[in-house]
């Protein structure tokens, strides 16, 4: 039955989605160009000369963090995942349907920080709803929708990849998995490594975004498809990529940057870090000529990154050092987040 196939938390396995979710999407229209599939972060319709690509996701509220920063992390988490079409965000819409606790100065400070964050990526605020209700709780406190647009020619997706391609990849794996256990739980980090690699660890929370990314990628023609890492991790998405675009890839392990702060961290509480969700990671695939220039441009920007494997067949699957993987399905992230709060 397919609801066995539903994880306990986090996102939906590609199985169920496949059979209860994909058959059923509503009215056909041909002005979709890329609709709901795993391994695409965005929606795109074409109207007339200009697409526009859209993307929703819970609007992520969690107190702990402080509201500046729990703002600005709900912002990057929506937009992030439009900005991955290539196409230029150019609008937000916001639903808020908040917990009755929440007091006008939090709600202030909260909407004083999307307001920022949209005016510093050039985004404008175009409508929405807000209001305080019985039965809403944090973290999940609304939904909200980033909208981008371009020429189709400005357009990435997995339908540009061919095999050859090359595999670049920014930050390494767990990027979120770090910034927000070690906000969330700064004593434990204290304890395990000391104040300044706490510290550390924490200003990893900063990372979790991919709009400079993005914004650097887009500059590049020879850039075909991107996707942030997120939930299952790195290779959680190179799978999902795959799925998506029906091609393989062969990817060294030993190539992927890594950061030292994200390694020990993991290490430290038993986290497999490529399987372990990773917002502010982007996979790109990029032309071969194209893909030393884009790296060379990630670091000029102060990002890391590495060229890690190439597009294959389809009938490959995903190879990492010579081994077929499949997706992880369970992101430990969630895990010990769980067992965490439960000891504290």
């Known amino acids: 039955m397919a609801e066995n196939l539903l994880?306990?938390?986090?996102?939906?396995?590609?199985?169920?989605?496949?059979?209860?979710?994909?058959?059923?999407?509503?009215?056909?229209?041909?002005?979709?160009?890329?609709?709901?599939?795993?391994?695409?972060?965005?929606?795109?319709v074409k109207l007339k000369d200009t697409c526009l690509a859209f993307s929703t996701d819970p609007f992520f509220i969690v107190p702990?963090?402080?509201?500046?920063?729990?703002?600005?992390?709900?912002?990057?988490?929506?937009?992030?995942?439009?900005?991955?079409?290539?196409?230029?965000?150019?609008?937000?819409?916001?639903?808020?349907?908040?917990?009755?606790?929440?007091?006008?100065?939090?709600?202030?400070?909260?909407?004083?920080?999307?307001?920022?964050?949209?005016?510093?990526?050039?985004?404008?605020?175009?409508t929405g709803h807000t209001a305080r209700y019985t039965g809403c709780n944090y973290p999940m406190v609304g939904g909200a929708t980033?909208?981008?647009?371009?020429?189709?020619?400005?357009?990435?997706?997995?339908?540009?990849?061919?095999?050859?391609?090359?595999?670049?990849?920014?930050?390494?794996?767990?990027?979120?998995?770090?910034?927000?256990?070690?906000?969330?739980f700064p004593e434990k980090f204290k304890a395990a490594f000391g104040t300044k690699f706490q510290?550390?660890?924490?200003?990893?929370?900063?990372?979790?975004?991919?709009?400079?990314?993005?914004?650097?990628?887009r500059e590049f023609p020879g850039v075909r498809v991107m996707h942030d890492a997120t939930e299952c991790g790195i290779w959680g998405g190179l799978y999902e990529m795959a799925r998506a675009g029906n091609y393989g890839f062969?990817?060294?392990?030993g190539k992927i940057v890594t950061q030292e702060v994200v390694l020990r961290t993991c290490d430290h509480?038993?986290?497999?870090?490529?399987?372990?969700?990773?917002?502010?990671?982007l996979i790109t695939m990029v032309d071969p000529l194209a893909a030393d220039s884009l790296v060379r441009s990630f670091t000029d920007h102060g990002i890391i990154s590495s060229i890690v494997g190439e597009?294959?067949?389809s009938e490959d699957g995903l190879l990492v050092d010579g081994k077929e993987l499949q997706h992880p399905k369970v992101d430990p992230y969630w895990i010990v987040m769980d067992r965490l709060s439960r000891e504290v």
């Open 7 to 44: 994880p306990e938390l986090g996102k939906i396995h590609p199985e169920f989605f496949d059979q209860v979710i994909f058959p059923r999407l509503g009215k056909k229209d041909d002005s979709v160009l890329i609709g709901p599939r795993h391994g695409i972060d965005y929606g795109v």
């Open 64 to 126: 702990a963090y402080g509201f500046t920063r729990a703002a600005w992390f709900a912002f990057h988490i929506i937009v992030s995942d439009v900005a991955v079409s290539g196409l230029k965000p150019r609008y937000l819409i916001v639903d808020l349907n908040l917990p009755p606790e929440i007091t006008e100065a939090q709600l202030t400070e909260m909407w004083q920080t999307v307001h920022n964050e949209a005016e510093m990526h050039g985004l404008s605020i175009i």
């Open 146 to 184: 980033a909208i981008a647009a371009g020429p189709e020619s400005e357009l990435r997706g997995p339908h540009l990849v061919r095999p050859g391609d090359k595999i670049v990849i920014t930050k390494g794996p767990a990027i979120e998995t770090v910034g927000l256990l070690a906000i969330s």
């Open 199 to 217: 510290q550390d660890a924490e200003n990893v929370f900063y990372q979790m975004s991919v709009l400079e990314d993005c914004k650097v990628a």
């Open 250 to 253: 062969k990817v060294e392990k």
């Open 269 to 281: 509480f038993g986290i497999d870090p490529y399987v372990s969700i990773s917002e502010g990671t």
């Open 311 to 313: 597009v294959t067949k």
